[in-house]
């Protein structure tokens, strides 16, 4: 099974992206083996969506990768080296830096949607397809996004 796990708060604006583009994603069809997972505020309890999984993406608000309104599709190295124990930074950041070392998924087969903030309904839209065409890419003999 491959996974879209979309984070974030729907009750802060700044955090909101993921939930928007699971409300998105669960509202249509996707590819065979693909799944959409509300994350939420999971925190480390999310390490769980990498059991069984062929291919991880996580879609989430970020700050600093890119222009305003920007859609990034970003390797989960790069996210995981801002981890810190603490403050929002903790969350995504601190999973993705944990998941190697509990998880037996394949190098290169976990990736990151990010949204800077302000996005809006088009950049919403792009995310979600880039979510889907991302993990549906990932587990491939040829490697994947890492």
């Known amino acids: 099974m491959k996974r879209i796990v979309c984070v974030g708060s729907r009750l802060v604006a700044e955090d909101a992206a993921g939930p928007a583009v699971y409300d998105l994603l669960s509202s249509r069809p996707l590819p065979d083996g693909v799944e959409v997972i509300d994350g939420g505020l999971g925190g480390l309890s999310l390490l769980r969506m990498a059991d069984g999984a062929e291919g991880l993406v996580f879609v989430d608000a970020v700050s600093g990768f890119g222009a305003p309104g920007e859609v990034l599709l970003l390797p989960a190295r790069d996210v995981a080296a801002e981890a810190t124990p603490d403050g929002h930074a903790g969350g995504l950041p ?3 830096a944990l998941l190697p070392r509990v998880s037996d998924l394949a190098p290169g087969g976990v990736a ?8 809006d309904d088009d950049a919403l839209a792009r995310a ?3 979510a889907v065409a991302t993990v549906s890419g990932l587990g491939r003999a040829e490697g994947g996004v890492a």
């Open 128 to 130: 979600a397809s880039l």
């Open 112 to 119: 990151v949607v990010g949204l800077e903030a302000p996005w």
């Open 94 to 96: 601190f999973l993705l």
